[in-house]
């Protein structure tokens, strides 16, 4: 059971944006703004794509989005191409004693 | 770039100790972590050392049998994992930790317990 709660699965036409969920509680998610996201291709590490919230390292397309709003941190993919086709996780810093949370994880198919 | 290495099959009750060579960054300067993942499963963070070695953190319920260490003349860390169990087999990642993101990942090494 991970800490933070992802929908199993989303999808979206190419073009179209898509939303994906993380909620938490006040413990992580909505106590402080360290929610990061990473993108993960089948049978490859997770990269960092969406850090501190809303911050994308050099290199990620803007079309990743990140924002939150009390406990629930989203990320939003604009534009969707047929590469975004991945897992998506969710992490949060969740206080001295948990450190780092992740969610389960996000499958995201183009259609 | 992080590179690990020491995965493999190992027997219930048995140890592990994984290495992580980094490369490109200069390694004193940066948390280093490990998060696990298992088969069809979500990530894991597992442990996280400070830059000097000296502050460790480990996730509460890994009752004491995963021990993080690191060598910056070597610009490696490790991760032991003792007393083993089938849970624990996993993909197992080491990452430059900043400001509770991690920022680079090594591609993993594979740890099957059986």
């Known amino acids: 059971q991970s800490a933070l709660t992802q929908p199993p699965s989303a999808s979206g036409s190419p073009g179209q944006s898509v939303t994906i969920s993380c909620t938490g509680t006040?413990?992580?998610?909505?106590?402080?703004?360290?929610v990061s996201w990473y993108q993960q291709y089948p049978d490859k590490a997770p990269r960092l794509i969406i850090y501190?919230?809303?911050k994308r390292p050099s290199g990620v397309p803007d079309r990743f989005s990140g924002s939150k709003s009390g406990n629930t941190a989203s990320l939003t993919v604009s534009g969707l191409q047929a590469e975004d086709e991945a897992d998506y996780h969710c992490?949060?810093?969740?206080?001295?004693?948990?450190?780092?949370?992740f969610g389960g994880g996000t499958k995201l198919t183009v259609l | 770039q992080l590179v690990e290495s020491g995965g493999g099959l190992v027997q219930p009750g048995g140890s592990l100790r994984l290495s992580c060579v980094a490369s490109?960054?200069?390694?004193?300067?940066?948390?280093m972590a490990w998060v696990r993942q298992a088969p069809g499963k979500g990530l894991e963070w597992v442990a996280k050392?400070?830059?000097?070695?000296?502050?460790?953190f480990y996730v509460d319920y890994m009752e004491g049998r995963f021990t993080i260490s690191r060598d910056n003349a070597k610009k490696s860390v490790y991760l032991q994992v003792d007393r083993m169990r089938v849970e624990d087999t996993a993909v197992y990642y080491c990452?430059?930790?900043?400001?509770?993101?991690?920022?680079?990942w090594g591609k993993g090494t594979t740890v099957t317990v059986s």
């Open positions: 990452a430059l930790e900043n400001f509770f993101s991690m920022r680079v």
């Open positions: 490109g960054f200069t390694f004193n300067d940066y948390w």
């Open positions: 050392i400070k830059p000097d070695g000296s502050g460790k």
């Open positions: 006040s413990s992580d998610v909505g106590g402080y703004n360290y």
């Open positions: 501190e919230v809303n």
């Open positions: 992490s949060s810093f969740g206080g001295d004693n948990r450190h780092v949370v």
